[in-house]
């Protein structure tokens, strides 16, 4: 049965033939404003910036896409490689006809927002960065090392052999539970509107994936080094709920030699889901930092 899209007032969407992927992208505001992506994490959509797009599309050409395995973009059986997924973002840009962006990324939308930044700096204006650590940050090396590390403990179960089921069978309220300080943040229908998405088994291993690919083959080299030999040239703001259950906030401050211009700004009170949980905050970082 096919999944009903979520409305947001003055929103169209397309798909997109972007490389050899079609995607799914909510579009939004004048079609001459400068335009402004939006990078979208796990568990959600597009349909995360639901209280972000009527804010921002009266000054922006706001561009949403639901990434490789995600909402109603396609689900192949591979490709979840971060890189190849910056790719895809790339690919998008290119057949919209678009040069320049400002960004805004949460989560793995965030991960990617700083691949994309750090591999095509000329195509991104401006970045604002929501919840997720910059894959060049150093781990820690103190005592907070092994409490960074059990935050993984959900990726670890995503990955597993029973990583798609637990997420066909509504695991993703776990997840909810665990990560959200104002449970409220994300009402019935938009967790319906998340959730039903893995309910579709391909979905489900896309996800599956998303995170096996990144314990098996991205963490170590990451933490090895492999994202610090080149800087970071964008000017980027990192906002980020500093009750993050997910992300340690304890590494941020390692990324700062990696940056030419970063700014830190840490939210008291707020979890992973900033998005969710502070709107008005994102919106208005938005107006101030990307313009």
Request: glycine share 8%; aromatic share 10%.
């Amino acid at each position: 049965m096919a999944r009903t899209m979520p409305h947001v007032d003055g929103v169209d969407h397309q798909y997109i033939t972007a490389g050899a992927l079609r995607m799914h992208v909510a579009l939004a505001g004048p079609r001459d404003a400068p335009p402004l992506l939006l990078l979208h994490g796990w568990p959600q959509h597009w349909y995360l910036w639901r209280n972000v797009i009527p804010a921002v599309a009266a000054d922006h050409r706001v561009i949403a896409p639901d990434l490789r395995g995600f909402g109603w973009t396609d689900a192949p059986p591979g490709g979840y490689r971060k890189e190849r997924m910056a790719s895809d973002v790339l690919a998008l840009l290119d057949t919209l006809g678009i040069d320049r962006v400002k960004l805004v990324g949460h989560d793995w939308g965030g991960w990617i927002g700083f691949l994309l930044a750090l591999r095509a700096p000329e195509r991104f204006e401006r970045y604002l960065a929501l919840n997720i650590a910059p894959p060049f940050v150093p781990p820690r090396s103190d005592s907070g090392a092994l409490l960074a590390a059990a935050r993984l403990w959900y990726q670890v179960v995503l990955a597993g052999p029973l990583g798609a089921r637990f997420m066909r069978h509504g695991g993703t309220e776990i997840v909810w539970r665990a990560a959200l300080r104002d449970p409220d943040a994300i009402d019935a229908a938009a967790r319906a509107a998340f959730t039903d998405a893995f309910r579709e088994p391909v979905r489900a291993r896309a996800s599956q994936l998303v995170y096996r690919e990144f314990l098996l083959r991205e963490l170590l080299p990451a933490m090895a080094g492999r994202y610090r030999s080149t800087r970071l040239t964008v000017p980027t703001y990192l906002l980020f709920g500093e009750e993050d259950d997910a992300v340690d906030p304890g590494v941020l401050e390692g990324a700062r030699p990696f940056c030419d211009d970063l700014t830190i700004e840490l939210v008291p009170g707020v979890g992973h889901f900033i998005v969710d949980e502070r709107p008005d905050l994102v919106v208005a970082r938005i107006k101030s930092f990307l313009g």
